[in-house]
Structures are given as C-alpha cells and as structure tokens.
C-alpha cells in the first residue's frame, strides 16, 4: 500500500524550544516510518515577520536542520529541505492568491492574535496576511495527506481545505484535502502561562543547560492561592502541574495528590520538574554537538531534498497551470 504523504515546516526564527518538540516534532518522529516524510524549514514564512532584519535566517535554518536529526528525525527517509529552494511553492502561491477571498484571510484567528501579540514589528503587510496561502502552496504542492498541527494552526489548515476545494470546483478536481494529526500535547505553556513562543521571550529551549532549566522553571507562576506550604494546592491551575502532565503523565495522580494534600511545597515540586525536563535534553544536546562538527553533512541532507521535492513540485505546477489553461 502507498504510504500517505505527511508534512510539516518549522520556522527558522532561532533555537527549539520544548513548545516545538511536544506540539509537533515528537508526533513526527513516532510517525515516521509509517509515511512520506515532507519536512521543510519555512524561509520565507520567517521573512513574514523578520523582513526588517533577516541575517540571521540563514543560519537559524541551519540550526533547525541539526535539531531535527539530533531529536530523532532520520534523513534517510525523509525529505528534508528548504522552502526557498523550491520556487514552484511561490508560484502556486501566486495562482493560489488568485482565488483566495480576502475574508477567509482577514477572519483567520492567529492573523489577529499574532498582531496584538507582536506589537513591535509591523505586521500589516500583504506578506503576512497571506501567510495562510503560501502555507497552502507549501502542502498543496506535494499534494500532502496529513499535517501535524496543534490546535492554533487548525483554522489555518482548514483555510488550505477551502483553497483546495475552490480550486478543484473552478477548474476541475486536482487538489486533496489534508488531514490534521493532532499532537498530543497540543499546547504547551510558555513560563509565563501564553503559549511557548520564543518571540514572547518565555521559552525553554532544547539547547539551555541545566542552570538555566532550573532558573526559567523556577520562575514560572504556580497556584497564587498557595503562599504557604500547609495551603491546598489547585494543579489545575498551575503551570508547573502542565509540564508534568507532559512529562511525567504516568505519576500524575500521585503528583496531584501531593499537591491538593500539601505533602510538597511548590520549589522544591519545580526542582523537581526542571531535573526531570533537563534529564530529557541530555541526549539531544550531545548528539547535536557531534553533528555541529560537519556542516557538510548537513548541507549534503538539505540538498538531496530539494532535489527530491522539485521534481514533484514541477509536475504540481505543470498540471496546475494545464488546469487553469495557462500552460
Ligand atoms: Fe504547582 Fe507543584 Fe506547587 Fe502544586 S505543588 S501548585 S503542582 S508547583
């Protein structure tokens, strides 16, 4: 039987952080022998936001690509590579744009959230509106089944099925609609309660040491209705008591009895959970000194990608434009 095609793209914005790996990189790494592997690290999706000071995408998508394989991601059977070395994704964009009601993009959810949240950059431009076409041009172009996704990006893969569907009603059916794969742990909370984002300065990532685990998780807010150790606590409010659902979900009884009883006060419950997320890390952080030794390797990865993908790409946009009756 075909494997079904499942893609992902992260955005090279700097290091991963803990939100990456449980909202969507895990789930790849359990699934990926059962599919076709897309995994591409957005570049110009970046340039969305950081148009004002693009330097250091470059190297940050570098730095992604060594994360990935570090965590487990196999280049082996995966195709693995760079948005902007595929230029047929900006084409379809182009054709895609064409058809897109401009209310589908305005009402989109994380259009609005983002730009309260980033209030710093401005953020009207035409580029990041139509981020949601360029993300359907990304998954349309290899005409992908499954996408990964937390619960935010679903209103964003639902605005690609619309896409889809309009065009295969305008000029004959072409396009699937993908299917989310949702991730386990869809949101996870940055140490400030939003959700993990390093652009909200509130992120664990997957290279910080111990000292610096311990540090981020023992700033993070808890129960503010216990102040002292004999107060009750109330996990289902507290961030800390997220992490270890994420973490140590198997005790998690015996880890939200010890806080509705009091049998533990708050420092040393965080000591214990910044032990136990960094213990987590150890692995990563020495396979990924072993692979910063060669950046060759990495490159070599990034190409034999794009070689795969543009050949698929190609035939996406010659079909496309016969579709339209603009070949
Ligand atoms: Fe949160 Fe742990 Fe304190 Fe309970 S004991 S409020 S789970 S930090």
């Not at 196999?74 to 064409?98: K, V, W």
């Not at 004999?230 to 270890?244: A, Q, R, S, W």
Request: glycine share 4%; aromatic share 8%; hydrophobic share 35%.
């Amino acid at each position: 039987m075909e494997k079904k095609k499942m893609l992902t793209g992260f955005r090279p914005t700097g290091k991963l952080h803990l939100g990456h790996l449980h909202g969507n990189i895990k789930n790849m790494i359990e699934h990926q022998k059962e599919h076709e592997n897309y995994f591409f690290l957005v570049d110009w999706h970046a340039l969305s936001t950081e148009y004002k000071d693009p330097k250091n995408i470059k190297s940050n998508l570098i730095d992604c690509v060594i994360d990935l394989i570090a965590l487990g991601i196999d280049p082996e059977i995966t195709h693995l590579y760079r948005q902007s070395d595929i230029p047929e994704i900006a084409e379809l964009c182009l054709y895609l744009s064409m058809i897109t009601p401009l209310p589908w993009l305005e009402r989109c959810p994380t259009y609005k959230e983002q730009q309260k949240e980033l209030k710093a950059k401005d953020l009207s431009t035409l580029g990041f509106l139509s981020y949601p076409v360029l993300m359907a041009s990304d998954i349309l172009i290899v005409n992908a089944d499954i996408i990964p996704v937390g619960e935010d990006q679903l209103p964003h893969l639902e605005i690609t099925r619309e896409i889809a569907r309009r065009f295969n009603y305008l000029y004959g059916d072409y396009f699937i609609e993908p299917q989310e794969l949702l991730s386990q742990a869809t949101r996870v909370p940055g140490t400030d309660g939003r959700k993990m984002s390093k652009s909200y300065g509130n992120a664990i990532f997957l290279s910080d040491d111990y000292e610096t685990v311990k540090e981020k998780v023992r700033s993070m807010i808890t129960d503010p209705k216990r102040i002292k150790l004999k107060d009750p606590g109330h996990p289902e409010v507290c961030n800390i008591f997220t992490f270890y659902k994420i973490y140590e979900n198997e005790r998690i009884e015996e880890i939200e009895n010890r806080c509705r009883n009091a049998e533990i006060g708050c420092t040393k419950c965080k000591a214990e959970l910044a032990e136990i997320i960094y213990n987590s890390l150890k692995v990563f952080q020495s396979k990924r000194k072993e692979l910063e030794k060669d950046l060759s390797v990495i490159y070599k990865i990034l190409d034999k990608g794009k070689q795969e993908v543009k050949a698929e790409a190609d035939k996406t946009i010659k079909d496309v434009r016969k579709k339209i009756g603009i070949d």
